[in-house]
């Protein structure tokens, strides 16, 4: 199947700083990709769409200003974390897409953020 | 999402034995049903997928059921080893995304 990196596997900030995570995908090209969070013991929710070349597609109720993305090119998203605050600590996972071809999508290894 | 529902938040099954993850949707356009294998602090891992053409699919210890009138699934997962306790979903995409339900926790009992 398709690989997708994500690195930090974890990171630990101070509050107020800026923390920026990146999804590769390894062998395969996406115009867009997808950011989940998931917090403890919940399921993954979807946070936004990450579309290359254009802005991100956020869901409802997430802070666009706060989680920054960027696809600048075919094989790069890139999650930042905002002026961190504690109540940011959480799990990230990035996604490509699915396709016809390829009805599932495949998932970073995920990143660990504890904001302290 | 609760256009799928996943009724049962745990399970535990005695390892040898098997188990059977339920899945309920509403939604008869779906054309593909997901099911995704997630342990603690991992992205999830595919696991097996069903057309909506198909009323079973099997891969190794694997099996997924498709019930289009009952607008049900179910994963059987068959010997149960310890390594297969993890959270399990089941997600039709959405497009070109996936959309996470709460999922089943199970635990494989020694």
């Known amino acids: 199947g398709a690989v997708v990196s994500q690195h930090p596997s974890w990171v630990i900030c101070k509050s107020g700083t800026s923390v920026k995570i990146e999804c590769r995908s390894l062998?395969?090209?996406?115009?867009?990709m997808f950011w989940y969070r998931q917090f403890p013991k919940q399921s993954l929710m979807l946070m936004a769409t990450s579309n290359e070349g254009s802005k991100a597609t956020y869901e409802q109720g997430v802070e666009k200003d706060k989680f920054l993305i960027n696809h600048a090119s075919l094989t790069l998203s890139t999650l930042t974390v905002t002026s961190a605050h504690p109540e940011d600590s959480s799990f990230y996972i990035c996604s490509g897409p699915t396709s016809r071809t390829n009805t599932e999508a495949f998932f970073g290894q995920g990143t660990r953020l504890t904001v302290v | 999402d609760q256009q799928v529902k996943q009724n049962s938040p745990s399970l535990s099954v005695q390892e040898g034995r098997i188990s059977i993850l339920n899945c309920d949707y509403t939604n008869s356009m779906f054309d593909y049903f997901l099911w995704y294998k997630k342990y603690p602090a991992e992205g999830p891992t595919f696991l097996i997928s069903?057309?909506?053409?198909?009323d079973k699919n099997e891969d190794g210890r694997f099996t997924v059921f498709l019930n289009k009138s009952a607008k049900h699934l179910s994963l059987h997962i068959v010997p149960s080893q310890p390594g297969d306790s993890a959270v399990y979903f089941c997600a039709p995409p959405r497009y070109d995304k996936i959309i996470f339900g709460k999922g089943t926790r199970l635990h494989i009992l020694p």
């Open positions: 062998d395969f090209q996406a115009t867009t």
């Open positions: 069903i057309s909506s053409i198909k």
